[in-house]
């Protein structure tokens, strides 16, 4: 209809290649996927759970930034302009700390090294919340109608129904613990604070917090 096929097409293959980024470290570390679903202008990745190091939790959130990085470093050299600023915008984007995006679990990865499970998922929903509110008001006077409907839907409906469900997903948390708990690993000493060398290097697990 706008005759952007162009564009459309290289937002569409950017997006491709940053769910691909996610899903190079997830077949990386022998995960499980179910379900990848991509859309126009994002993806889903729906992949088994498994109990592992903490840093891979990191690498897995960040892939599709490191793509996005990698394409847009490569077309500032090649002095593809369109390509560059796309990529640039992903990166950018991809970093605000609000769920679903990349930002919140990588915050979120910083926040279960030193905090509980408890108190660093819970943080960073009302962290989310209040920064998609902010957002808001600041695309409330910018942009579109369109643009606050989606707005809307995807990232404030995506932080408060988790934010409401946040008791359920955390009585899965403590029963995966539970049913997976490895004998191979050492104990945590139980405490709101943990040494952040523990979780990413000695074979301390993501799941098993004993805060």
């Known amino acids: 209809v706008t005759g952007l096929y162009l564009e459309f097409f290289i937002v569409f293959l950017s997006f491709l290649l940053h769910e691909l980024g996610h899903l190079f470290f997830i077949k990386l570390f022998n995960y499980e996927v179910k379900k990848v679903t991509i859309f126009p202008f994002g993806g889903v990745i729906d992949y088994k759970f498994k109990s592992d190091f903490l ?22 050299f090649l002095n593809f302009t369109l390509i560059k600023e796309v990529n640039l915008l992903f990166v950018l984007i991809n970093l605000i700390p609000i769920f679903p995006l990349d930002g919140a679990k990588i915050l979120l990865f910083g ?12 943080f960073i929903y009302v962290f989310s919340i209040l920064s998609s509110l902010v957002i808001f008001i600041i695309l409330y006077f910018k942009f579109s109608a369109l643009i606050l409907f989606v707005f809307l839907c995807v990232f404030i409906k995506e932080n408060i129904f988790g934010y409401k469900n946040f008791k359920i997903e955390y009585s899965q948390f403590l029963l995966s613990r539970s049913m997976y708990k490895n004998p191979s690993l050492k104990k945590k000493k139980i405490s709101k604070f943990t040494n952040p060398l523990n979780s990413l290097f000695y074979g301390y697990n993501m799941i098993f917090d004993f805060g």
């Open 55 to 76: 840093y891979r939790y990191f690498l897995i959130s960040i892939g599709g930034i490191i793509v996005n990085l990698i394409i847009y470093m490569l077309s500032f």
């Open 111 to 122: 926040m279960k090294i030193i905090f509980p499970y408890y108190y660093a998922k819970k």
